[in-house]
Every structure is written in structure tokens, then in C-alpha cells.
């Protein structure tokens, strides 16, 4: 069971990569860091393969990027990506399905927990993506939040609810554990 239980949770590895990489390109190109459904696929990826798998998953899709795959948003590649303005959000993806598998991991996969998961995998993600967009274009902390962050709340937060109900309803079927 062990060894059959590992090669699953590969396979799943493969796929949310995957996955995070086709959710990436439905985007809404904005300036300066677009709308994509790649963070949806982090909180997934999370949920449903837990800390370690699906940390896995998004720093296989972070390489893949930055190795010339065009997997980010807008069919774009390359370590320029993760150097420019949504490098921090990008690479938040990766911290963000962590958190969301950890805690589901210690707490357990429930829709309350979940809902605990995501909001604060969310908040990691966006705590780094607005210290790298600081970082790089000078700006204080209230304008970097009304150019990257309060546009993205609606969206999010429906991202947050859809994830964690997903997760806590689905998880056990796709992965065969609680």
C-alpha cells in the first residue's frame, strides 16, 4: 500500500503542476500583477495533496518557469517573470499551498479548517508578492495594497470558498486518504 500510496501522490504531483500551469493562462492581464486562476490551483494543489506534495507541485511549476516553459500568466517564462512586479505572488503560489496543506494536515480536511487554510496560505502569498512589489518599484505599503491586493479581494475570497469546499468534499475520493 505505501509504495502504491507514493507513485499516487507523484502522479498527483504531475498533475497539479500541470494544472497550476493551464489555471495560470486564464487571466485578466491587468497592470501590474494580472488576475490569473494559477493561485486557485495553489490552494488546490494544497488541500488536496497536502504540505509536502503540494509544495512539491508549485516549485516543480516555479522551475519549469523560469527554465523557459511558459507556464506563468500570458504564456510568459523565464526567471525575468519572478524578477518583475508578480514574481513575489508567483512564488508565493509554492508558500501558499504549504500553509493550506499543513493545515489541513494538523487540523484535519473539513470546510471549516480549509476556510482557515486558504485565507491564511492567501495572506502569505500576498504578504510576499507585496513585499517583493515594494521592493522593486519603490512604492509604500497603502499603494502597493490598492494596486495588488484590493483588486484581487472579490475574486479571492470566491477563490477561498470554492477551494475549501472542493478540498473537504472531494479530497478523500481523489486521493484515497482523510
Request: charged share 5%; net charge positive.
Amino acid at each position: 500500500m505505501g509504495n502504491n500510496h507514493s507513485v499516487r501522490m507523484q502522479v498527483m504531483c504531475a498533475l497539479f503542476t500541470a494544472v497550476c500551469a493551464v489555471f495560470s493562462q486564464l487571466t485578466i492581464p491587468i497592470q501590474p500583477v494580472p488576475i490569473t486562476l494559477g493561485s486557485f490551483a495553489a490552494l488546490m494543489a494544497g488541500g488536496f495533496l497536502g504540505k509536502r506534495y503540494g509544495f512539491l507541485s508549485l516549485v516543480i511549476y516555479l522551475l519549469l518557469g523560469m527554465a523557459g516553459v511558459p507556464v506563468f500568466s500570458m504564456m510568459r517564462a523565464g526567471v525575468s517573470v519572478i524578477a518583475g512586479p508578480s514574481g513575489g505572488f508567483i512564488v508565493g503560489f509554492a508558500v501558499m499551498a504549504f500553509i493550506v496543506g499543513l493545515v489541513g494536515e494538523k487540523l484535519g480536511f473539513t470546510f471549516k479548517n480549509m476556510l482557515l487554510g486558504t485565507v491564511l496560505g492567501t495572506a502569505a502569498c500576498y504578504t510576499m508578492g507585496l513585499a517583493w512589489f515594494m521592493f522593486l518599484t519603490g512604492n509604500g505599503l497603502w499603494a502597493s495594497m490598492l494596486l495588488c491586493m484590493f483588486p484581487f479581494l472579490p475574486g479571492d475570497i470566491t477563490k477561498i470558498v470554492l477551494a475549501s469546499y472542493l478540498i473537504s468534499r472531494y479530497r478523500k475520493r481523489l486521493i484515497g486518504t482523510n
